[in-house]
């Protein structure tokens, strides 16, 4: 079985920084996602780690420990169009098939 | 490039009833997810279909079914519907079976009065 954990709500100031972490527990780990979904629209993809360490993209990073089950996303200087929920999922595999199971999410609101 | 395509948009329902949602993927793309999103559960996994066969179920009762065409194009299915199962109903795609970044629609937001 899976499961993850995300905060569910955090409040950050514009042009600060913040980390957004993920835990997650499962039988067959194949990789690590990060979504950004706006409210009303579809999720879109930010990131992707399956080996540890930290995978930079622009203002976003994404961190991987797969020893501990752990995962950040770190987002610098913060513009408001970064209101959005963040959602962390993990690529289970077992045998020959695999599916991607996400995270509640985390509805992030930027404050001037 | 089209990007994936879900219809309806928002329909209403009885319970008991059956819906029938379609989802056309990327041009090219021929793996086909569908998640449930709700506000509490937030997103579900349902199925995903690569080459016309389902590769992968979450823990749904039967009521919930899909299918994938020739042409990657996708439909699933919900009978007997139930109040809640009123939901956001999103479908993703993917170039192929277990590739890692996954396109999402818009979704077909459902509510069963």
């Known amino acids: 079985g899976q499961n993850i954990d995300q905060p569910t709500e955090m409040t950050a100031t514009e042009g600060a920084i913040v980390q957004i972490n993920c835990t997650y527990q499962t039988s067959g780990f194949n990789g690590l996602f990060w979504y950004q979904q706006h409210a009303g629209e579809a999720p879109t993809f930010l990131s992707y780690?399956?080996?540890?360490g930290l995978e930079e993209k622009g203002r976003f990073s994404s961190f991987l420990s797969r020893s501990k089950g752990y995962s950040y996303l770190l987002l610098k200087e913060l513009q408001m169009k970064d209101s959005a929920s963040y959602l962390c999922?993990?690529?289970?595999?077992?045998?020959?098939?695999?599916?991607?199971?996400f995270g509640s999410g985390t509805r992030l609101s930027i404050r001037p | 490039k089209a990007g994936v395509t879900q219809t309806p948009r928002y329909l209403i329902k009885t319970r008991g009833q059956q819906v029938t949602l379609s989802c056309s993927p990327i041009s090219g793309h021929r793996s086909v997810s569908w998640y449930q999103q709700t506000p509490g559960q937030g997103l579900q996994f349902l199925f995903e279909?690569?080459?016309?066969?389902?590769?992968n179920k979450g823990n749904f009762p039967g009521r919930f079914s899909g299918r994938q065409f020739s042409n990657s194009r996708s439909e699933m299915n919900v009978s007997t519907l139930e109040l809640g199962d009123s939901a956001l109903y999103l479908c993703?795609?993917?170039?192929?079976?277990?590739?890692?970044?996954?396109?999402f629609g818009a979704g077909s937001r459902l509510t069963v009065l």
């Open positions: 279909y690569f080459s016309e066969t389902q590769r």
């Open positions: 993703a795609s993917s170039e192929a079976y277990g590739a890692n970044v996954l396109t």
């Open positions: 780690n399956v080996l540890d």
């Open positions: 999922a993990v690529r289970e595999q077992y045998s020959s098939a695999s599916k991607i199971i």
